[in-house]
């Protein structure tokens, strides 16, 4: 198995597949790093020789494991899922997602691929969360919610049933949201109020 990247995140999704298989590979722009007691085995560029796509891009920052992926051969095959975490049997978890410790996911819920599901945080019944989503620690998202692509919702913010977010949004840390957010909304306090636009890189360039 192979993890990409070697920062904070990618110390805790190596934990979490360490649960189940500690035969892994690291591999990262930075060739010196080390990620606990791995060192890096090579670049990018030098991890698609190996041909596989039993790797997971360990990379918090939504915009940049997005286009990391998209630089793969393959996409992303693998998932880690924390032993702790509690996923209905009627939840769908995409590839290449992260479900960390303490995560409750709820019937129906859809997770799409890419995405990063945080320590403690609760995704309710029906909800539907697109690829490259951050759902950040203890955050609680009720049911019937939608979260568009790359959306970063922060630490601790709660979002009530039924809302609707939009793609490459930001919900500031403790918000509370009680109304639909447009795509590219930086939305923060409680009510949450939109505080400006903000487009990932990539897009601002297209
Ligand atoms: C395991 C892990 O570590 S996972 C990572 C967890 N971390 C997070 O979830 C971080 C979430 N990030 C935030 O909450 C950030 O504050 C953001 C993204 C909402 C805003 O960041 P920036 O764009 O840098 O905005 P900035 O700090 O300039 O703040 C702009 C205004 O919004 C206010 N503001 C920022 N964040 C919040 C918040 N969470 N709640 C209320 N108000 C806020 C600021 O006080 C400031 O107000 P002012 O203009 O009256 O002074």
């Known amino acids: 198995m192979h993890i990409i990247g070697a920062g904070g995140h990618a110390k805790v999704v190596l934990e979490i597949l360490e649960q189940s298989d500690p035969i892994l590979t690291i591999w990262d722009d930075n060739t010196e790093a080390y990620l606990v007691h791995h060192k890096v085995k090579g670049n990018i560029n030098h991890f698609k020789e190996t041909g596989s796509d039993k790797v997971i891009v360990a990379i918090g920052d939504n915009n940049l494991r997005k286009k990391i992926v998209g630089e793969l051969d393959f996409p992303p095959a693998i998932t880690a899922i924390h032993a702790s975490s509690s996923?209905?049997?009627s939840a769908h978890i995409?590839?290449?997602t992260v479900v960390m410790s303490n995560v409750s996911v709820n019937a129906n819920a859809l997770i799409g691929n890419n995405v990063i599901i945080n320590t403690s945080a609760s995704v309710d019944h029906d909800c539907n969360i697109s690829d490259f989503v951050h759902i950040a620690p203890q955050v609680g998202v009720a049911g019937n919610v939608t979260v568009g692509e790359g959306t970063h919702i922060g630490i601790g913010a709660c979002i009530i049933?039924?809302?609707?977010?939009g793609k490459w949004a930001t919900i500031g840390a403790g918000s509370v949201i009680i109304r639909d957010?447009?795509?590219?909304?930086v939305v923060v306090g409680n009510?949450?109020?939109?505080?400006?636009?903000k487009k990932p890189i990539e897009e601002i360039y297209d």
């Open 191 to 197: 009510p949450g109020r939109i505080i400006k636009y």
């Open 94 to 96: 995409g590839k290449g």
């Open 161 to 165: 049933q039924g809302i609707s977010i």
């Open 181 to 185: 957010v447009p795509d590219y909304a």
């Open 87 to 89: 996923i209905s049997l």
